[in-house]
Every structure is written in structure tokens, then in C-alpha cells.
């Protein structure tokens, strides 16, 4: 099974190409939707966030004020390492149940939709690595008008994840989002024409019945060898 990374800077666009993708009919593990899963109220991710910062990040209800907390790391290199110290290996065992769930239900490609590819360290285990981006200019403009901030804040949010131009030399592919939504979905379908290209192959060698096959054709050639047809017990 093929583990496609999927990520962008901050406002460029990616989960409009992760939902483009989606309605092709590939499987998408979302990042962002178990980091907040993970976090809910009772669950491991969450009491390591709230022992990492205490209960002054917590709501009346007892819920993680998730505003409150993403100002503060935005703002604030060390206490946006220590919420990914705190937070990450709750991810990875998610991602990883979602990941063994696909490969399970013979899935030959799965989109893994992650802003923190590069900077997680994850990318290491996709191919090919897709990076949707687009000038500094349109990014600060989108990021102003979507989240309704203030231009330093909205800076400062895009200072605080990895340049895009090193996104961009370690992307195996890059999605220009400077122009049109038909522009867009142009580049997508190039994209969705790539990765099906050979994903029969892929769902035959790489899925759990392709290995049990596999398995079984290599021990009958062994016995094969091992007792010739015309060979006597």
C-alpha cells in the first residue's frame, strides 16, 4: 500500500485538494482531525497536554480551551515544542490504527492529509510527498480573510511553521494554489492520473490477500523443489 503525503503552508489550500481527492475515491487519514480527537476531554493525548501545561488551558467545563492554547504556541517556539512532545505519540498510535485499517481493507493508496509532514519527520515514510503552496502574498492575504486576524497575528502564525520554500525542496510534488480553482483542480487530475497509474499492482502485491497469495505460491514451489511431481515419499 502506497502512503501518500499530502501537506501546505498554512491557508494555501490543502485541504481544498485533500477533499478534491476524496471525491476521486481515495482513503484520507486526516492529521488535523486526530490531533483534535486525540486531545478530547478523558483521552491519553489530552492528560499529557494538560500535564504539559497545566490546568490553566482548560475551560469551566474541563475541555482544552483550543483558541487559548493555539495563541500560546503560535506565539511561543517552546511551548509549541512542548504540545508536540506532549501530543505526538497519541497521533502516531492513531494514525498508525488508521494506517493498519487501510492496509487491511486492501486500500493500494492512501492520502495521508498532515500539515506538520516535513517538520514530523512522517514524510519519511510516504512517497510521493505533495506539497500544495502558493506566493507569501496570497497566504497572508487568504490566512487574513479566513481566520478574521489582524495582519502581525496572522504573520506570526505563518512564521511559526517551516518556510514553504524548504517544503518545497523536499516535495516530490508541488501544487501551485496562486491562480483559479479551475487551475486547481487541473493540477489534481495530473495528481489523481499519477498515483492510479499501477495502483492495480499495487492492491494486488501489497494488500493482505496479495501477501497470503504470495505466501502461498513461493511454499508450493518450495515443496515443488523439495518433492518433484514424480518424485517417490
Known amino acids: 500500500m502506497r502512503l501518500v503525503g499530502l501537506t501546505g503552508g498554512i491557508a494555501c489550500g490543502k485541504s ?23 486531545v478530547d476531554r478523558g ?19 474541563g475541555e482544552i480551551d483550543r483558541e487559548a492554547l493555539a495563541a ?15 501530543s505526538f505519540p497519541a497521533i502516531g498510535l492513531e494514525l498508525a490504527r488508521q494506517i493498519l485499517l487501510a492496509w487491511v481493507q486492501c486500500q493500494p493508496a492512501v492520502i495521508i492529509d498532515m500539515p506538520l509532514l516535513f517538520e514530523s519527520g512522517f514524510y519519511l515514510l510516504t512517497r510521493p510527498r505533495v506539497l500544495v503552496a502558493c506566493s507569501p502574498a ?33 516535495a516530490d510534488i508541488v501544487l501551485e494554489n496562486d491562480g483559479s480553482m479551475l487551475e486547481l ?38 515443496l515443488r523443489q523439495r518433492w518433484p511431481p514424480d518424485s517417490a515419499f
Open 72 to 86: 500560546l504556541v503560535f506565539a511561543d517556539a517552546a511551548a509549541r515544542q512542548r504540545l508536540n512532545a506532549a
Open 185 to 222: 483542480e487541473a493540477q489534481v487530475e495530473v495528481l489523481v492520473a499519477r498515483l492510479r497509474r499501477h495502483a492495480w499492482l499495487q492492491r494486488c502485491l501489497l494488500s493482505p490477500l496479495g501477501l497470503l497469495a504470495g505466501a502461498a505460491a513461493a511454499a508450493a514451489l518450495w
Open 16 to 38: 481544498t485538494v485533500s477533499r478534491a481527492l476524496a471525491a476521486q475515491g481515495f482513503t484520507i487519514i486526516d492529521a488535523d482531525a486526530i490531533a483534535r480527537a486525540v
Open 138 to 170: 496570497t497566504q497572508l492575504s487568504r490566512l487574513m480573510q479566513r481566520d478574521t486576524l489582524e495582519r502581525a497575528a496572522a504573520e506570526a502564525r505563518m512564521a511559526a511553521q517551516m518556510p514553504l520554500e524548504t517544503k518545497r525542496r523536499r
Open 43 to 61: 483521552r491519553w493525548g489530552y492528560r499529557r497536554v494538560v500535564r504539559a501545561f497545566g490546568s490553566g488551558i482548560l475551560r469551566s467545563d
